[in-house]
């Protein structure tokens, strides 16, 4: 009998330990992030199609080990904006939106993430150059289509010149192969772009810049509770004191 006991005693505590990671599982707190896989090198599939960036990453290991399950979802930014906007956006999350006028009052800003410059790049003209000279060479200047840095362009006058393309990738190869004169974009992705293209990014010339900076941020829906937000931005401000953090932006940026 005493066998016997032992011997079912010891079968609960076997399906316990077999299933003690399934209960961890569901006891996390999920949470949603929204990301846009065009926006390279911030969040994208890499050749094997894992998800991978400087945003994302920093993300993921900032809170691993906190007590979330993180549920990615690849969403157009114009499209995520508008779902943190509605009742349904409680505990959803944006990494990587562009901090302006406009949508200020439509999250909770949770943390600055990242900080470029903005401006004009040539790896034809090696100087700095207003704009009316940029505009008198008449050569095209490659955007990436959908990028906020457009509409600058256009106030500027500078619609006639501007030629889209879908990837900062094409651009760059343009710009290697003299066939466009000119890049309006960030630093960021244009350092990135340029150097998966084969090139050396210190190359290019930075001939205008713009005057106001990106500020991209991480943002939550204005329906997620205060002390949730305030516990995601904790953790980040931790994480990017670490040398970790200093190692994913060497990897994307040097």
């Given at each position: 009998m005493k066998t016997n006991l032992n011997y079912a005693l010891l079968k609960f505590i076997l399906s316990l330990i077999i299933l003690l990671p399934f209960f961890s599982i569901y006891s996390l707190e999920e949470i949603e992030v929204l990301y846009d896989e065009r926006m390279i090198p911030w969040t994208y599939r890499d050749s094997n199609r894992k998800l991978v960036g400087s945003s994302v990453e920093t993300f993921s290991e900032a809170l691993k080990g906190k007590g979330y399950r993180i549920k990615w979802t690849n969403m157009p930014y114009?499209?995520?904006?508008?779902?943190?906007?509605?009742?349904?956006?409680?505990?959803?999350?944006?990494?990587?939106?562009?901090?302006?006028?406009?949508?200020?009052?439509?999250?909770?800003?949770?943390?600055?993430?990242?900080?470029?410059?903005?401006?004009?790049?040539?790896?034809?003209?090696?100087?700095?150059?207003?704009?009316?000279?940029?505009k008198q060479t008449q050569e095209k200047?490659?955007?990436?289509?959908?990028?906020?840095?457009?509409?600058?362009l256009i106030n500027l006058g500078l619609k006639d010149q501007v030629e889209q393309s879908i990837s900062g990738n094409i651009i760059a190869k343009k710009i290697l192969n003299n066939r466009i004169g000119f890049w309006a974009a960030n630093s960021d992705?244009?350092?990135?772009?340029?150097?998966?293209?084969?090139?050396?990014?210190?190359?290019?010339?930075?001939?205008?810049?713009?005057?106001?900076d990106s500020k991209f941020y991480v943002v939550t829906s204005k329906?997620?509770?205060?002390?949730?937000a305030l516990k995601i931005k904790k953790y980040l401000n931790k994480f990017i004191k670490t040398q970790k953090y200093n190692k994913i932006i060497d990897k994307y940026y040097k």
């Open positions: 114009a499209r995520a904006k508008n779902e943190l906007q509605k009742t349904s956006g409680r505990n959803k999350y944006i990494i990587s939106i562009n901090r302006d006028s406009n949508n200020e009052s439509n999250f909770k800003w949770i943390f600055e993430i990242r900080k470029t410059y903005r401006g004009i790049f040539s790896k034809k003209f090696q100087k700095e150059m207003s704009i009316e000279e940029i200047i490659g955007i990436r289509i959908g990028a906020s840095i457009y509409n600058e992705t244009s350092s990135y772009d340029y150097k998966t293209a084969g090139g050396n990014f210190k190359d290019l010339f930075l001939v205008n810049k713009f005057k106001k329906n997620t509770e205060e002390k949730k």
